[in-house]
């Protein structure tokens, strides 16, 4: 299909053969395709000459229609690098601190943990198994190439570890209570081998709880800043349970959490399987993904012409939120000088740069000098935590949040 001349540079919607599913092999089909995206959305730099010489990549969303995953064919595992300035962590935002905190706590009462060994594979800055070793007396063994202790309570339950490897490298670990793998397997390509490192490493009769970001809300919202180069393969619910399940896995639990944002996923092999939990079928898959081309159409065209519009005015817009979806938005749509900073409430983020546009980080108090007319909220879960913050400030520019 001929890219549409409304579409921003480089973004294109498709409906053809693609590739080959990673997991089942069954031809692919593409969607939609951006050509110039950063390899790491995540990445913030110190200068604007830095971010703007962010190595690039591409984004071409593809699926299967059998089992009904969703990847990028493009991903090229080379460009990406999470060891320079890559800054995961939300947890400055109260919001965020007590979704994770509310979470631990559930799974602590789920699960007698205490004086166990909980081990999570891609555990980043160990906020969340620090969490849950706090709340259910568990030791922790955080597992990451990219993991840094610094911020966490090594003392936290019944103690803290780091093993910073890639979970290929790492010795089998002897009784190993619970496995954790949060906002990891949207990073991997091939899912199943890498859930094989995890077993081999854990065992395969530990149970496993997988938490990844949900597809299905950014296919029916159209929410194009959710689709990142570094997010490998993307998951419904449908798609996380057939496969779990494909490798030999029984689920007991399969729910959305954080404001539909994510899936959670519990795999205990000592339990029966409980098949009521099905997710969306393929078919119903299919229509979120028409829904998908609808709507990301209309969201980008929708933001571009307020923001242009604010512009024309003489006004002055931000984005709150520093994090890959302010990255998406703002490289899909090619955004220069329509939007004047970014605001973030991490201090460490503070002065610094976008990937790719370059657009220059924010503390809130700056927004006093700035007097925006439109913040554009990343995420709507933030928006009362935003607009008390405004108000505080003494500031009431119009809010609107994408998604
Ligand atoms: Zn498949």
Redesign the pocket.
Known sequence: MEPSPSLPPGVAFMNGPHGT?P??S?PGRALYSVARVPSTSNVLFHTRAEARAVPMGALELAT?D??G?LWNAAFDEGLVDYRQGYEETQSFSPTFRSWLDATASEIAQEHQLEGKLVVEIGCGKGEFLASLCAASGARGLGIDPSASAGRVDLSSGAGLKFLLEPVGNINPIDDVELIVCRHTLEHIFQIGPFLREIERACSPHTPLLIEVPDLTRVLTEGAFWDLYHEHATYFTLGSLVRWIRSMGRPVQTLERVYSNQNLMLFSDPGRPDDLQLQGESPTEQRRALDQFNQQAKDSMARTNSLLNKIQAQGGTSVLWGAGSKATGLLVTLGVEDQVAAVVDINPDKTGSHIAGTGHRVIAPGELQEIKPDLVLVMNSLYCDEISANLKAMGLAPRIEALA
Request: hydrophobic share 25%; glycine share 0%.
């Open positions: 599913c997991t089942c069954v299967c059998s089992c995953l």
